[in-house]
């Protein structure tokens, strides 16, 4: 749908995309509620709150809000800070800048999948009280993962000359392009076992350490993106922050009593 309204406004340039932007996510929105209220086991369970409930009965979820909240800051501020840097470098940098990070995008919405099937399987099993089925079924998407990301680095770096040209008719907007993409590319596998390994943490409700890391990821990445120069130096940043994500969500998952949190029980009971 936002391709098709983008073809319809290409006069209005900008404001054109902004505003097939917006017309699908309304579009979206509507689908979604029509889907809420026509489908019988979810209209009998889903209604609209006439007065709020005791604050006792939402601590827990403004809690986990506040965290993901918190969470969402601290990684937006390093994309637009990554942004604002390439266009301090020039327009022709901040252009390929946009086509690779929404590549880059896209490719991590391809992983999103097995994210959402963490957080969903997780908590079931660690619902039922089989903390054996929880660590299966964070262990096998972290797998499922790391293939996805492998394969999609693979194609990505193969596709590399032929990609451009699907963004930009401007040869040097594409030069910067074809180079950006080897990060794309060489990102897939750390990026899926980073987007799995936050759901498989969700399904926890590990909120808290989520937000913690990615704060530390986030100081870490902006902490390169501010003391150096260059498009690559920004995709650095952004790998930065990416493989800092990686290493603590692995040591939470992975790192047993001296880690702490769900999942040192989790794994302790399972074994």
Known sequence: LNVGDTQLFPPLGAQGAALATAMAEWAAAGAFLWQLSTKPQVKEGVGILRKLPPLEEVQQLLSASGAVFL???????VLTSA?????????TAVAAHQVAAQLWLLLSFTVDSLAVAGQTLVAEALGKKDLAAAKAVG??????????????????????????????????VADIVRELIVYVAVMQPINALVFVGDGVLQGSEDFGYLSKAMAVASVAALGVLLNGQGIENVWAALIVLQVTRAAGL???????????????EIAKDAD
């Open 250 to 264: 692995g040591w939470r998952y992975y790192g047993g009593q001296a880690a702490g949190g769900p999942w040192a």
């Open 83 to 91: 942004t604002g840097e390439a266009a301090r470098v020039g327009t």
């Open 71 to 77: 969470r969402a800051i601290a990684i937006q501020t």
């Open 139 to 172: 262990d096998r998407l972290l797998t499922f993962g790391l293939g996805t990301g492998v394969a999609l680095g693979a194609t990505f770096i193969a596709l590399g000359p032929l990609l451009p040209s699907l963004f930009t008719a401007d040869k040097s």
